[in-house]
């Protein structure tokens, strides 16, 4: 029986940690959530000289204080010994800056060695670098590599085999003398006796305390008597801990380095696509045309699956007539063809779409655009709580809201990209756009593009109260001012290592959102088939026995139902209106809704003599800002992991969307 080793991947966001997961682990991985807790989970395995490797690909962070849920898993899984040993990457491009979390580290009992990852772009930037002084002055296995270089793995090996083996740790005697120097350590040192915390040494302890770490705080206050914590609690509150114990980490990250580092002193010169970007009247538009074009470029490598998702739906006619001429029964038919047929239809052009945003994006984030993107849209996106990369999923929107759910996975932090698909939602996707113009122009006239505007200007409220209504639980006040950053070098893609990261997550999606889909549609299809003959479907009762209330916000029961179609696809609010109110199949209205049939040619017509002016302002509004779709809905599950809090924003949009109907509805009243 091969022996099995547990690794933990630790390292900051763009030091290349998922390129050495998805490269190690190929399509042996699979994503879920810690548990108990809603951030991403990461696991996969690979096999070399007769060992089985298990790895754990821990949250990017800067750095291991209690400053957001990922952190303290983070460390905690470290220091829980579940791993055998921790593989620390670090932008060797940038070491003075990526070191830091070596040096966070430093303190913790756990077995360790340091990745030195970019080789090939510290080399572009003529930068040399000795590793077995870096690796003499830690005390650790180093090796420098690429993590993109699939065929030159045998140092990374050889280096993780002598990890293995040797246990080593890092050496903390020069670091220590750094902390020596602030005021108050050695006092808290000599408070807390070793093996206080398991897989924490004191010095470790004690600097988390200078730099009032919570965790470590509520720890030693159960752990320690009342005065001691109160004397460290004075202590600290005389210096500038965390200012005091960085600069000691900075000051031994140099000395760590010096000698190991030789470069090419050279002018520093934005490039040209920089100077654009950080330019303070070109940044933005360039920006938005840099994701807008991604936008369009990602649906040329989506089209293939797309297509297959429509020769999906296609084959419901010829199955349909195959099956009753066996003398299949009716609602074996419907299943197969309205539940079975439409979801997997829905499912491939999702995953079209999922597999050309996932491509081109990821391009982006790799060659290092997504970083631009982040450093221009901070500050704005920071007044929301978020960080500048939330302006692509918005963007891309527009187009459609499952690319923007799919778009969110460039963002770190798990409650800004929750808030980031909440708000996403508030912005009327292509689908949407198909349908209001029409709309606004049968009923209103020239006054149409009054009607466009308040929806922009409703948009950018609703995402404003949105972000007060779900930012609080989802980001601590810690993270609610952007973030900091240094923009990293451009790189050259590594086509390979990206394909591999594409086709994981397209699996992963494939699996995720086939039952989500399944079980929305199935659901429809139970509400909207009668069962007996001549007898009206659940849908209808429930339209007809709520109707009273439905006019309160200026909807009949069929234009009801059909706001309620457009939970499935906006098109098929249409569809449903057109069965509607020509007297057709109540079942055959949402079967079509389902697939996006097309109206009846006199929709208009229809329209104009069955519905009000403060009906229609009231349907538009509703169905524009009501749950987008389906497959957003799936791929909002998709990325998040969260069946409470993808419920929530379904629950927040649907009833939002009823209260908007309501308000234009009285408002349309008093004007017509």
């Known amino acids: 029986m091969s022996e099995i080793v547990t690794i933990a991947l630790l390292g900051q966001p763009n030091s290349g940690k998922s390129t050495l997961f998805n490269t190690l682990t190929g399509l042996r991985q699979h994503v879920g959530n810690w548990p108990g807790k809603t951030v991403e989970k990461k696991e ?25 849920d990922e952190e303290v898993i983070t460390r905690d899984f470290i220091a ?13 491009s940038q070491l003075d800056r990526s070191l830091f979390m070596t040096a966070d580290y430093a303190g913790i009992n756990v077995p360790c060695f340091l990745v030195l990852n970019m080789e090939d772009v510290a080399k572009e ?11 003499k002055n830690l005390g650790i296995p180093v090796v420098l590599f690429s993590a993109n270089d699939k065929k030159d793995y045998d140092p990374f090996y050889k280096v993780l085999e002598r ?15 750094g902390y020596d120097k602030i005021s108050g350590y050695k006092e808290i040192k000599e408070m807390i006796p070793e093996g206080l915390i398991d897989g924490y040494s004191s010095m470790w302890i004690a600097i988390k305390a200078l730099e009032n770490d919570p965790v470590v705080m509520e720890r030693l206050r159960e752990s320690l008597d009342p005065a001691k914590t109160d004397r460290i609690d004075s202590l600290r509150d005389s210096i500038q801990g965390a200012v005091e114990t960085g600069g000691a980490k900075f000051s031994w990250i140099d000395s760590v380095l010096e ?48 297509g297959v998702g429509m020769a999906v739906s296609a084959l419901k006619a010829p199955v349909g007539k195959l099956l009753f001429s066996a ?42 655009i997504m970083a631009r993107v982040s450093y221009v849209f901070d500050n704005t996106m920071g007044k929301l709580g978020l960080q500048g990369k939330s302006v692509m999923p918005f963007l891309i929107s527009f187009g459609c809201t499952m690319g923007g759910a799919a778009g969110s996975r460039v963002i770190d932090n798990w409650g800004q990209k929750v808030l980031t698909i909440a708000l996403a939602w508030a912005v009327p996707c292509g689908a949407a756009w198909s349908v209001v113009p029409m709309l606004s122009t049968l009923f209103f006239g020239p006054g149409a593009v ?8 409703t948009m950018l409220l609703h995402m404003w109260i949105t972000a007060k209504v779900f930012g609080r639980k989802l980001i601590t006040k810690e993270n609610r001012y952007g973030m900091i950053m240094e923009m990293p070098p451009y790189h050259k893609p590594k086509w390979g290592a990206l394909l591999r990261y594409v086709l994981g997550r397209t699996k992963d999606t494939f699996v995720r959102v086939t039952r989500v889909v399944l079980v929305v549609c199935t659901l429809f299809w139970l509400l909207s088939y009668s069962f007996v003959s001549g007898s009206d479907p659940v849908l209808y009762r429930i339209g007809m026995a709520i109707e009273p209330v439905t006019k309160i916000f200026g909807l009949n029961w069929k234009l009801f139902m059909a706001f309620v179609a457009s939970s499935i696809g906006k098109e098929g609010a249409l569809g449903v209106i057109s069965a509607l109110f020509n007297g057709g199949n109540f079942y055959g209205a949402f079967s079509d809704a389902m697939s996006g049939a097309a109206v009846a040619s006199d929709l208009n017509d229809t329209l104009i003599s069955n519905v009000t002016k403060p009906e229609a302002l009231a349907f538009i509004f509703a169905i524009t800002f009501n749950m987008p779709c389906v497959v957003a809905l799936a791929a909002t599950y998709q990325e998040i992991h969260s069946v ?29």
């Open 644 to 672: 409470k809090w993808t419920a929530k924003i379904a629950g927040y949009y649907t009833i939002g969307a009823l209260l908007l109907a309501a308000i234009v509805y009285h408002i349309g009243i008093l004007i017509w």
């Open 259 to 306: 000698g190991a580092v030789s470069e090419k002193t050279e002018k520093i010169t934005l490039s040209r696509l920089d100077r654009i970007y950080t330019d303070k009247t070109w940044g933005k538009p360039a920006v938005v045309l840099t994701i807008l074009s991604g936008l369009i470029l990602s649906f040329i490598p989506a089209l293939p699956l797309m």
């Open 80 to 92: 829980s010994g579940r791993a055998d040993v921790v593989c620390i990457l670090a932008d060797s």
């Open 163 to 177: 990890a293995v083996a040797d246990k080593p740790m890092i050496n903390t005697s020069i670091l220590e003398a």
């Open 44 to 68: 996969g395995s690979f096999s070399y000289n007769g060992r089985i490797y298990d790895i754990e690909d821990l949250p990017g962070s800067y750095s291991l204080s209690a400053n957001s």
């Open 125 to 135: 930037q003529g930068k040399r670098i000795d590793i077995n002084i870096i690796e």
């Open 450 to 457: 009054l009607v466009i505007i308040a929806i922009l200007l």
């Open 327 to 368: 003398g299949c029964p009716e609602i074996i038919i419907s299943i197969i063809n309205s539940v079975i047929i439409q979801s997997f239809s829905y499912i491939f052009q999702m995953l079209g779409f999922v597999f050309g945003v996932t491509l081109v994006f990821g391009l982006l984030e790799e060659v290092g």
